[in-house]
């Protein structure tokens, strides 16, 4: 008697003894520590002429599927730096193995989740692993960013929300962290102050302080002419 390990049909020539004869036939199949079985009942008759006959009834198929948990991806551990060439450095880890890319543009598409081809530039680490590092290379200076990750692992997909962050002569402005910072003794520190502080004058909040600050000093000398103008009037002298 034999299985075919593909078809799984069973085949068998009994002899002539095993005739007018029911035998019972068992089935097991095992996997590791799980087995499974199951009995048939075979009757074999020996007519008059040819061959003995073999008549059976399979009882139901049963399939053993027994597979590892699969882990879930997750993104972790996320930093953007910058290297000593400031280039603009993405790094972070997944929970399994696989590979990745950063889509980023100079406008927000926060809202866009469903169609990340909004975002105009894409790099990928073009491996499998679970430690990511992805270069941007040298990006605008004082210049906001918008990103998000993404990580792939078979059927898997896991991506962060929109971060965004700003490059300066010494780091990175990541949310509200700064991260990566390079020294030198170029005085790019002092160059880097400079570039923040002209920042800040050239934006629209500081802007709209200036018109407050403006509008405050109008309002004050108004109010002092009136005054003027209401106590200066002909005066009576009295001898």
Same mark, same amino acid.
């Given at each position: 008697?034999?299985?075919? $390990?593909?078809?799984? #049909? =069973?085949?068998?020539? $009994?002899?002539?003894?095993?005739? &007018?004869?029911?035998?019972?036939?068992?089935?097991?199949?095992?996997?590791?520590?799980?087995? #499974?079985?199951?009995?048939?009942?075979?009757?074999?008759?020996? $007519?008059?002429?040819?061959?003995? &006959?073999?008549?059976?009834?399979?009882?139901?198929?049963?399939?053993?599927?027994?597979?590892?948990?699969?882990?879930?991806?997750?993104?972790? !551990?996320? %930093?953007?730096? &910058?290297?000593?060439?400031?280039?603009?450095?993405?790094?972070?880890?997944?929970?399994?193995?696989?590979?990745? %890319?950063?889509?980023?543009?100079?406008?927000?598409?926060?809202?866009?989740?469903?169609? =990340?081809?909004?975002?105009?530039?894409?790099?990928?680490?073009?491996?499998?692993? *679970?430690?990511?590092?992805? !270069?941007?290379?040298?990006?605008?200076?004082?210049?906001?960013?918008?990103?998000?990750?993404?990580?792939?692992?078979?059927?898997?997909?896991?991506?962060?929300?929109?971060?965004?962050?700003?490059?300066?002569?010494?780091?990175?402005?990541?949310?509200? !962290?700064? *991260?990566?910072?390079?020294?030198?003794?170029?005085?790019? @520190?002092?160059?880097?102050?400079?570039?923040?502080?002209? @920042?800040?004058?050239?934006?629209?909040?500081?802007?709209?302080?200036?018109? =407050?600050?403006?509008?405050?000093?109008?309002?004050? %000398?108004?109010?002092?002419?009136?005054?003027?103008?209401? *106590?200066?009037?002909?005066?009576?002298?009295?001898?």
């Amino acid at each position: 008697m034999s299985i075919n $390990p593909y078809s799984g #049909v =069973i085949q068998w020539v $009994p002899t002539s003894a095993q005739g &007018n004869l029911t035998h019972t036939v068992r089935v097991e199949a095992s996997a590791g520590s799980d087995s #499974v079985s199951q009995t048939y009942q075979v009757f074999v008759t020996q $007519p008059t002429t040819g061959g003995p &006959n073999i008549v059976y009834v399979p009882g139901p198929t049963r399939t053993i599927v027994q597979t590892a948990p699969v882990a879930d991806l997750d993104i972790f !551990n996320l %930093r953007v730096d &910058n290297d000593e060439q400031m280039n603009v450095i993405v790094s972070f880890e997944t929970t399994i193995t696989a590979s990745s %890319r950063v889509v980023y543009s100079l406008s927000s598409h926060v809202d866009d989740e469903d169609n =990340i081809n909004l975002y105009e530039f894409s790099r990928s680490n073009g491996g499998q692993t *679970t430690f990511h590092q992805i !270069n941007l290379g040298q990006l605008q200076m004082n210049t906001t960013y918008y990103m998000r990750v993404i990580a792939t692992a078979g059927s898997q997909t896991d991506m962060t929300g929109e971060l965004g962050f700003v490059q300066l002569p010494t780091g990175i402005i990541f949310g509200s !962290n700064t *991260t990566g910072q390079v020294y030198r003794d170029d005085g790019s @520190a002092f160059a880097s102050v400079l570039a923040s502080i002209g @920042a800040f004058l050239i934006s629209p909040w500081f802007l709209l302080l200036i018109i =407050i600050i403006l509008l405050i000093i109008l309002l004050m %000398r108004r109010g002092s002419e009136a005054s003027y103008v209401h *106590t200066s009037g002909p005066v009576e002298i009295k001898s």
